[in-house]
């Protein structure tokens, strides 16, 4: 009785394209480029190849032990991502989880799943936080902790701040509730989009503090050109 239809656009698809997308919006998918930095996960100059780290991460290596985003947030993936935030469309999940795991690193090794959290005030605003609902629908069979890391004090919005204000807003914003059986397991931490980086600093930073070391950030997209 429904025919399935392209998340993005609508359009009449094959019954047989588990992505969810017609031909002119996958072609619109954009993978961060190669090669990108082995521990920030940052597209390197063409003349680099991968394996290498880039000048930021030699000179001061994060906290975590890697950070892997699979697309650049434009086009099909920005519209997907979007419709997941702030429309909860369960079809754009679907479209988007089966495109994760078509992206999704082989070597990718996980004890234990930990989602961004939202701030209690924002989740009741939202009703749902977005990073949870990619986490259950993305890795099914993988334990995750919804509440090992918490949002302990509301902030502003981040879209709304710039580069140096984002970097402040965060400071102290989490907090970690987690056993400390979890301090040796391979924590992955993941968000649904990098642009300057302050969310999963904080974030890893706040984990580093408690013990937890072996944290590896994932993000579906982050905006090329920003850090």
């Not at 935030?85 to 996980?110: F, H």
């Not at 989602?115 to 069979?141: D, M, T, W």
Request: with cysteine; hydrophobic share 40%.
């Amino acid at each position: 009785m429904f025919p399935p239809v392209c998340a993005v656009c609508g359009a009449a698809i094959s019954s047989a394209d588990g992505l969810l997308l017609c031909r002119d919006c996958l072609a619109k998918v954009r993978p961060v480029p190669s090669p990108v930095c082995s521990i920030c996960g940052k597209p390197l100059r063409a003349s680099f190849s991968n394996g290498h780290r880039c000048g930021d991460c030699i000179l001061k290596p994060p906290l975590y032990e890697r950070c892997i985003s699979l697309f650049s947030f434009e086009g099909t993936v920005r519209e997907l991502l979007h419709r997941i935030k702030y429309k909860d469309d369960g079809y754009a999940l679907r479209s988007m989880s089966a495109l994760v795991g078509a992206y999704l690193p082989a070597d990718l090794k996980i004890d234990l799943l930990l989602p961004v959290p939202l701030h209690a005030k924002r989740l009741r605003e939202r009703g749902y936080n977005q990073c949870v609902r990619l986490a259950k629908s993305i890795f099914a069979g993988i334990p995750i902790s919804y509440d090992g890391l918490k949002r302990s004090v509301y902030t502003q919005p981040q879209t709304s701040l710039e580069r140096r204000q984002r970097l402040v807003n965060l400071k102290g914003a989490f907090e970690v509730c987690l056993s400390p059986e979890f301090a040796q397991k391979r924590l992955l931490l993941l968000d649904d989009v990098l642009t300057t980086g302050a969310t999963i600093t904080e974030c890893v930073l706040t984990l580093w503090k408690a013990g937890f070391r072996r944290v590896t950030v994932l993000t579906i997209a982050r905006t090329l050109g920003q850090t």
